[in-house]
């Protein structure tokens, strides 16, 4: 099994930062994809960023140029830099990875347990 636990949320001021990481740890043969995705109260959870193993990264409309993806793919930890942030930016922000436990496995979907990251003056 791969376990993913976040870090890095908390309460910012608008036009503030946060910066969250994801540590992959377990019984890892490769993670591939890795991702954030985010939930606010009474909403469906959103994709937010993607990073591929190769570095690609893609952003939902309304966060590009505000948020930067990155991975350390040695540490198996991707992070999200948030910059100027806004009041509906508040949400529960969830780590997706794709990853194997061995070279015999199919690829699985592993999540972590989500940070909440509340944006308010």
């Known amino acids: 099994q791969v376990q993913l636990v976040e870090s890095g949320g908390g309460l910012v001021q608008p036009g503030g930062s946060l910066r969250l990481s994801c540590a992959a740890s377990?019984?890892?043969?490769?993670?591939?994809?890795m991702s954030w995705f985010r939930q606010a109260p009474g909403k469906q959870r959103e994709l937010v960023a993607t990073?591929?193993?190769?570095?690609?990264?893609d952003y939902v409309d309304h966060v590009k140029g505000r948020f930067t993806i990155s991975r350390d793919s040695a540490k198996n930890t991707a992070y999200l830099q948030m910059n100027s942030l806004k009041l509906e930016d508040t949400a529960v922000y969830y780590c997706?990875?794709?990853?194997?436990?061995?070279?015999?496995?199919?690829?699985?979907?592993?999540w972590g347990q989500g940070t909440q990251v509340t944006v308010s003056s």
């Open positions: 997706n990875a794709a990853g194997q436990t061995s070279r015999y496995t199919t690829v699985s979907d592993y």
């Open positions: 377990g019984s890892i043969f490769a993670i591939y994809t």
């Open positions: 990073i591929t193993r190769g570095g690609s990264t």
